[in-house]
């Protein structure tokens, strides 16, 4: 007796319960994917990526003595691992910002939200705790309205 093979998701809707690995091959997939819509697995999982290598590098910067005063009043010297590391987290960072803002105006499409609700971040204090109620929230039939229609 053979299983079933199980379609994949198509790119174009979201992948509710989307397991780990899949989540970031389709953060990486959609790049700069404005429409349609994220399930909550797929930006989470991308979330717990972006934040572990975000962590991991910031140690090694902070290890190296970035940032670091000496006993006379000068700056530490931060060494090869720490300047690498630095250089590392920003390239990180270019290479991330733009799919990871896509993918969050995916999820708040999956909210049947606008995408324009992403710069509500900007605004201090509440913006991002607003931003996180939002992601946080359960998918909303009515969000399907974000997907493209085939012409």
Not at 73 to 79: D, F, H, L, R, S
């Amino acid at each position: 007796m053979t299983t079933p093979s199980i379609a994949p998701v198509p790119l174009s809707q979201p992948y509710y319960n989307a397991p780990f690995g899949e989540a970031v091959r389709r953060f990486y997939k959609k790049y700069a994917t404005f429409s349609g819509r994220a399930s909550r697995a797929e930006y989470w999982w991308w979330a717990l990526v972006a934040a572990i290598v975000n962590l991991v590098l910031q140690t090694i910067i902070q290890a190296s003595g970035v940032g670091r005063l000496n006993a006379d009043g000068t700056m530490g010297n931060p060494g090869p691992v720490g300047v690498l590391a630095a250089i590392i987290l920003f390239v990180w960072v270019l290479a991330t910002i733009v799919p990871t803002i896509a993918l969050t105006v995916r999820r708040l499409h999956d909210t049947d939200r606008s995408g324009w609700w992403v710069f509500i971040a900007l605004v201090p204090l509440v913006g991002g705790i607003v931003l996180l109620v939002f992601t946080l929230s359960a998918p909303v039939p009515a969000g399907e309205r974000f997907d493209l229609k085939a012409a």
